[in-house]
C-alpha cells in the first residue's frame, strides 16, 4: 500500500504515535489482524475518522487437532462445524465428547498448560486436572478417528462450509471468526447525537467455504444479514453517505451541528410484562445500562433511532375489586356492567388478594405480597421523561389486556403511546415491530374482561359454599375446571374394570403381537395350541409430516415424551422464547411465515441436501404463527455455541429446557421436509369367535421426513402368509379397559371438546393438583382423589346447569365472537347474570 502512495501503518499493538497520527488525518489507514483480540478490531471509538472496514481475506483462524492447540472453547466451535458430517454415524461419541467439553470450558489457563504438558509427556494428573486431561484425550482420540473414516471425509470435503487438511496428528480446520469480523466492521457505524453514522464493510473472498460458514454464523448471531457484490458505482455512492454524516459528526463535536426535531433520538420506554423478556430485548440491542427507579429494573439501550427504557410490569397489574357489594368487582345497573379495578396486592403465599391496609394476608397469614402499585408509580414517572411510549406485551387476549392498562395509566402522562406485537424476541422480530406500531385491540380487551368476570363470578359464588360444606377454605371451582375434574373422575370411577393383556409368540412370526381380549382368552389359546392369521395383505403408502405445534399438540406430545406436568411444559416454553430461541408458545395457528420456511430450508438443505426440502405454509385462520424455532440451529448446536461463548442469552436455561426445544425443532423441521413412502403389512388374528386386525410398518421405502428421527418404528415380520400358525408361547396379566387419563390425554379432550383456551390448559390441570382434586401416579397418570369426588358431585349435583361441558363450550365460542368483532360483551355478560344472580351466597362466618 505504501509503494502506491498511500499513507499506512501496521497497528498490531499499542503504538500511541500511530494512533494519533491516524485520529488527526496524517495516515490514511490502519492496519491489523482480523481476530477478536486485535486493537484494531476492538475499543476504537472514532465516528468521525473511520469510514470503512477492508478484510483483506475472511476473517478465519486455523485449528490444529494436536496437544497444543487443545483449547475447550475453540473445540466447542469445532465440534459445531463438524456435527453435521459426523453426528449420523457417531452420535454417542458425540455426544460424550460435546457434554465433556462442556463442563471443562472455563477451565483455567495453568490447568491447560498442565493438561497439555501431561498429554505430551504420557503423564497422569489428580483431580479436576486429571477430569481435563481425560477429556481432552477422549476429544483428541475422538477427533483422530473420525477422520479417518472415509466416509466422514467425503462429507467433509462435500460440505460447502467445512475446510479441513493435513493428515494424522497434522489435521487442521479453517473456522470463520464471526466475532472478529462483527467487531472490526462495527467500528465503521457509531452513535453520534444525529444518530447512526453509515459505514461500510468491504470483505475480499480469498476462500469460498470459508466464506460460506462466515455467512452463515452471522446469520446465525445477527439473524438479518446480506452481503452485496462489490460495485465501484454503488461503493462511491455508499461513500458519499459515509463522508456526509462523518461531516455531520465533527460538527457535532464542535458544537456546531444544529439538528432538526424530527431527526433527533427519541427517547422511548418500552414496556414488556416478562422481567426475562426484558432483559433478552435490552441484549438483542447491545449492552445495556441497569437502572432501578422506585424498585423497577430497567435497562437502557440505544438503537438506530432511538434511547430505549425497557422495563416489565411482572404480569397484570390491574384486578376486578372483590368488594361483593359491587358484584364482586362489577357494578350491575340497569342491564349495564361497569367493572372496577384496583392494583394487585397479593400474598405470595395463598395467592389472595390483601386489602392495603393489611400487613398480615387475612387467609393465611403470609406477610409476602406481590404488589403492583410501587411498579405503575414508576411507570408513571418514566412516562412522563420521555418522548413516546410502547407497549410490548404478549400478542393475546391477556397481553392485550396489560397494554390496555398500561396505556390507561399513562396516557394522561405521556399522549404518544403505541401497541407493539411480535412473536418471537429476537432482533429481526423487534425491528421490524418497531416498523409497525399499532394500538390496542379493544375487542380482544373486552373478551379478556368478559373471561375474567365470568371466572370471578363463578368463583366467587360457588367457592364460598364449597368452603362451609366442606370446611376447607382453598377450595375452588371454575367453567372449565369442574368438567375437566369430572372427565377424571368419570375415568377413575370405570379404571377398576379389567381386561386380559395377551403377549403371544407364534412359530414363522418374528415378532410377539400384544393386545387386550376377554378374560380366559389366554388360557384357551394356550389350551388348543394354534390360531389362524387371515387376510395378510402388503401396500406402499405415502406418509406426510405432521404439522408444527400448536400449544395443544406440544402440551400434549410433551407431557407424554417428557413425562412431566403440563405447568413444568408451559415453564420450558416460556423461557425458551424470552430467551429468544422459539416464537410465541400460546397458540392455535399451524401456520408458518416465509421466514420460518426459509429457517427451515437453511436446515434440511445443509444437513440432508436440497431434495428433502418440501416447503409447506400449513394455514390456519388466524393472525398467530406456528410454535417454531428462531434459528435454523438444533439443541446439540445451541448448547455448543453456548458453551464456546459464541451466543447467550439473558435467560438462564435449563435441561427440559433444552429437551422441549428439541421436540419443537424436530417436528418443525419435519413439517417442511418431503413425505415418506413406508411399506404396511396387515392382518387378521382369529380364534373362535374373537378377531383382531393388526397392522405394522414393516419397511420404509423412501425415508423422507423419517430421516430426521426414526418415526416409524419398523419390525421384521418374516414371510408371513395366510393359514394356521403354532402358539410357542402365550402369557397374560390384568390390565385396566379404561387406563387413567394423562396430562396428554385431558389437554387433547380440552382442545377437541372445545372448551379452555391454549393459555390456560396448563393452569386448569395445575389447579386440580393444587386444590387436592387429583393426585398423580406412575408415569403421569391422574386419579380422582376422595375429596375431587366429593367436590365434583356436589357441584354436579347443585349447579350442574353452570358448570357442565356444553355450556362451558358455548360460552367460549362466545367469548371468541366477542374477540373477533361479532358479538358485544354487555350482551354476553347479560346472559350470564342471569343465570347466576340467583345463586345464594353464604359466606362462612372466620
Known amino acids: 500500500l505504501k509503494g502506491r502512495g498511500l499513507k499506512v501503518e501496521a497497528y498490531l499493538g499499542s503504538r500511541k504515535k500511530v494512533f494519533n497520527e491516524f485520529v488527526e488525518g496524517r495516515l490514511d489507514a490502519l492496519i491489523g489482524i482480523a481476530s477478536y483480540r486485535s486493537p484494531l478490531t476492538r475499543g476504537i471509538d472514532l465516528p468521525e475518522r473511520v469510514r470503512y472496514a477492508v478484510f483483506a481475506g475472511v476473517p478465519k483462524f486455523r485449528l490444529r487437532i494436536s496437544v497444543e492447540d487443545f483449547q475447550p472453547s475453540r473445540w466447542l466451535i469445532l465440534l459445531n462445524e463438524i456435527k453435521d458430517a459426523v453426528y449420523e454415524r457417531y452420535s454417542e461419541e458425540f455426544d460424550r465428547v460435546l457434554g465433556g467439553l462442556i463442563k471443562i470450558r472455563t477451565a483455567s489457563r495453568e490447568t491447560l498448560e498442565a493438561v497439555r504438558e501431561a498429554l505430551r509427556d504420557r503423564k497422569e494428573l489428580s483431580g479436576y486436572q486429571e477430569f481435563v486431561r481425560r477429556v481432552a484425550e477422549e476429544s483428541l482420540r475422538f477427533m483422530n478417528k473420525v477422520l479417518k473414516d472415509p466416509e466422514v471425509v467425503d462429507r467433509l470435503r462435500k460440505s460447502k462450509t467445512i475446510t479441513f487438511g493435513g493428515r494424522e496428528g497434522e489435521y487442521f480446520f479453517i473456522i470463520p471468526d464471526a466475532t472478529a469480523y462483527i467487531q472490526a466492521s462495527g467500528r465503521t457505524s457509531r452513535l453520534y447525537v444525529g444518530g447512526l453514522t453509515k459505514g461500510l464493510s468491504v ?84 449492552r445495556p445500562t441497569k437502572r432501578v427507579i422506585n424498585g423497577l429494573q430497567t435497562y437502557e439501550v440505544l438503537t438506530e433511532n432511538r434511547l430505549m427504557v425497557i422495563t416489565a410490569t411482572g404480569g397484570h397489574i390491574l384486578d376486578l375489586v372483590t368488594d361483593i357489594r359491587k358484584w364482586f368487582g362489577v357494578v350491575v345497573r340497569d342491564s349495564s356492567f361497569k367493572p372496577f379495578y384496583k392494583p394487585i396486592r397479593r400474598c405470595v403465599k395463598c395467592g389472595r388478594e390483601v386489602p392495603e391496609e393489611e400487613v398480615v394476608c387475612p387467609s393465611c397469614g403470609g406477610k409476602v405480597f406481590v404488589e403492583s402499585k410501587p411498579v405503575i408509580e414508576a411507570l408513571r414517572k418514566l412516562a412522563s421523561q420521555v418522548d413516546e411510549v410502547l407497549v410490548g406485551t404478549d400478542p393475546d387476549s391477556e397481553g392485550e389486556k396489560i397494554a390496555w392498562d398500561v396505556t390507561l395509566l399513562l396516557k394522561p402522562l405521556n399522549k404518544n403511546i403505541y401497541r407493539v406485537r411480535f412473536h418471537e424476541v429476537t432482533r429481526r422480530g423487534l425491528i421490524e415491530a418497531l416498523k409497525n406500531l399499532t394500538s390496542v385491540d379493544e375487542h380482544l380487551v373486552h373478551a379478556q374482561i368478559v373471561r375474567r368476570i365470568e371466572d370471578r363470578w363463578i368463583g366467587f359464588s360457588l367457592s364460598p359454599i364449597l368452603w362451609k360444606v366442606f370446611k376447607l377454605n382453598f377450595l375452588s371451582a371454575g367453567r372449565v375446571q369442574t368438567p375437566v375434574l369430572g372427565w377424571v373422575v368419570d375415568r377413575t370411577n370405570i379404571h377398576k374394570a379389567k381386561a386380559e393383556l395377551v403377549t403371544l409368540k407364534l412359530e414363522g412370526v418374528e415378532i410377539p403381537l400384544i393386545f387386550k381380549a376377554p378374560k380366559g382368552f389366554a388360557d384357551a389359546v394356550r389350551s388348543a395350541g394354534k390360531v389362524f392369521l387371515t387376510d395378510v395383505r402388503r401396500s406402499l403408502q405415502e406418509v406426510h409430516p405432521p404439522p408444527p405445534y400448536t400449544t395443544d399438540t406440544m402440551l400434549s406430545e410433551a407431557a407424554r415424551v417428557l413425562k412431566v406436568s403440563a405447568v413444568k411444559v408451559m415453564e420450558s416454553a416460556q423461557r425458551l422464547f424470552e430467551a429468544g430461541l422459539i416464537t410465541y408458545h400460546r397458540t392455535d395457528s399451524t401456520t408458518v411465515s416465509s421466514l420460518g420456511i426459509s429457517i427451515a430450508r437453511d436446515y434440511i438443505e445443509r444437513v440432508f441436501g436440497h431434495e428433502f426440502f418440501h416447503g409447506r405454509k400449513w394455514e390456519r385462520e388466524g393472525a398467530h404463527e406456528c410454535i417454531r424455532p428462531t434459528r435454523p440451529l438444533d439443541s446439540k448446536q445451541i448448547k455448543t455455541l453456548r458453551a464456546a461463548g459464541v451466543i447467550s442469552f439473558a435467560v438462564p436455561l435449563r435441561p427440559d429446557d433444552y429437551r422441549l426445544y428439541d421436540l419443537i425443532f424436530r417436528r418443525f423441521i419435519a413439517s417442511q421436509m418431503i413425505p415418506s413412502e413406508i411399506e404396511k403389512t396387515s392382518f387378521k388374528l382369529v380364534f373362535n369367535d374373537f378377531s383382531k386386525e393388526f397392522t405394522f410398518v414393516t419397511q420404509v421405502v423412501e425415508e423422507g421426513f423419517s430421516k430426521l428421527s426414526k418415526y416409524f418404528n419398523v419390525v421384521n415380520l418374516g414371510e408371513l402368509r395366510d393359514g394356521e400358525y403354532l402358539v410357542t408361547e402365550v402369557t397374560s396379566r390384568a390390565v385396566p379397559e379404561h387406563p387413567l387419563y394423562t396430562y396428554s390425554d385431558l389437554v387433547e379432550l380440552m382442545k377437541s371438546r372445545g372448551i379452555g383456551r391454549p393459555s390456560t390448559y396448563a393452569k386448569i390441570l395445575d389447579t386440580l393438583k393444587r386444590r387436592g382434586y387429583v393426585v398423580e401416579v406412575g408415569k403421569g397418570k391422574l386419579v380422582a382423589t376422595r375429596r375431587g369426588k366429593d367436590v365434583f358431585k356436589f357441584l354436579n349435583e347443585k349447579f350442574n346447569d353452570l358448570i357442565n361441558e356444553e355450556r362451558t363450550r358455548k360460552l367460549q365460542e362466545k367469548i371468541d365472537l366477542i374477540e373477533a368483532g361479532k358479538e358485544k360483551a354487555e350482551n354476553v355478560l347479560r346472559e350470564f347474570y342471569e343465570e347466576i344472580k340467583n345463586i345464594k351466597v353464604s359466606l362462612p362466618s372466620r
Open 203 to 286: 470483505l475480499v473472498i480469498d476462500e469460498e467455504k470459508a466464506y460460506n460458514a462466515l455467512l452463515r454464523d452471522l446469520k446465525w448471531l445477527l439473524e438479518t444479514l446480506e452481503f452485496s457484490e462489490y460495485d465501484e458505482v454503488r461503493v462511491a455512492k455508499v461513500l458519499k453517505e459515509v463522508d456526509r454524516d462523518r461531516a455531520k459528526v465533527r460538527k457535532a463535536l464542535e458544537g456546531k451541528l444544529r439538528v432538526k426535531k424530527r431527526e433527533l433520538m427519541k427517547t422511548t420506554l418500552f414496556v414488556v410484562e416478562s422481567p426475562n423478556k426484558a432483559r433478552t430485548i435490552a441484549k438483542l440491542f447491545g
